[in-house]
T-cell receptor, first 114, second 113 residues
Framework: GNSVTQMEGPVTLSEEAFLTINCTYTATGYPSLFWYVQYPGEGLQLLLKATKADDKGSNKGFEATYRKETTSFHLEKGSVQVSDSAVYFCALSESSSNTGKLIFGQGTTLQVKP | DAGVTQSPTHLIKTRGQHVTLRCSPISGHKSVSWYQQVLGQGPQFIFQYYEKEERGRGNFPDRFSARQFPNYSSELNVNALLLGDSALYLC????????????FGPGTRLTVT
């Protein structure tokens, strides 16, 4: 079945460091790919998306490129801030089932220290 | 515009009881999905509704049921609660069913004792 795998956390960085959170997926067809962020005690916020191969999603300095050849959608940011500390979820939206249900990775916790 | 709203925020129930969780989607959105998020894991899909009809169901027992109302709000019902049902229940809305992006509410934290 379809699945998403994220790098293990926590990821601990100093402020202004470069961030990469790896995400790979297994899916039939052509899923849409998403990154969501969850701050402590809150629901999920859509961070960015990409709907087809080679698309680059970007928002608030974060970006990710849909790589079909490597089945990856890695999240990057050039300079992280303390306020970026949160749990990041990679997800795919199934295209074959027509429900659009989201399949999530296990989440990666990011801790940014001043 | 208001985002997705859910009620209640927190809930404590005893094993064997029944619970009803409520969700109001973003204005103009006609599809609602429900997810269960156990601590430390990613959300798991439970149901998706569009135009009051069930469009998808995840791998959850029949104790879980849901419905969508004419105003597109939704309820998730869980019968015969088990300790393992303790989780954050998230509602997400989207314009339509299918591959449209989903926007999540703050969730309802259910604790079963």
């Amino acid at each position: 079945g379809n699945s998403v795998t994220q790098m293990e956390g926590p990821v601990t960085l100093s402020e202004e460091a470069f961030l990469t959170i790896n995400c790979t997926y297994t899916a039939t067809g052509y899923p849409s790919l998403f990154w969501y962020v969850q701050y402590p005690g809150e629901g999920l916020q859509l961070l960015l998306k990409a709907t087809k191969a080679d698309d680059k999603g970007s928002n608030k300095g974060f970006e990710a490129t849909y790589r079909k050849e490597t089945t990856s959608f890695h999240l990057e940011k050039g300079s992280v801030q303390v306020s970026d500390s949160a749990v990041y979820f990679c997800a795919l939206s199934e295209s074959s089932s027509n429900t659009g249900k989201l399949i999530f990775g296990q989440g990666t916790t990011l801790q940014v220290k001043p | 515009d208001a985002g997705v709203t859910q009620s209640p925020t927190h809930l404590i129930k005893t094993r064997g009881q029944h619970v009803t969780l409520r969700c109001s989607p973003i204005s103009g959105h006609k599809s609602v999905s429900w997810y269960q998020q156990v601590l430390g894991q990613g959300p798991q899909f439970i149901f998706q509704y569009y135009e009051k009809e069930e469009r998808g169901r995840g791998n959850f027992p029949d104790r879980f049921s849901a419905r969508q109302f004419p105003n597109y709000s939704s309820e998730l019902n869980v019968n015969a609660l088990l300790l393992g049902d303790s989780a954050l229940y998230l509602c997400a809305s989207s314009l339509k069913w299918g591959g449209y992006e989903q926007y999540f509410g703050p969730g309802t934290r259910l604790t079963v004792t």
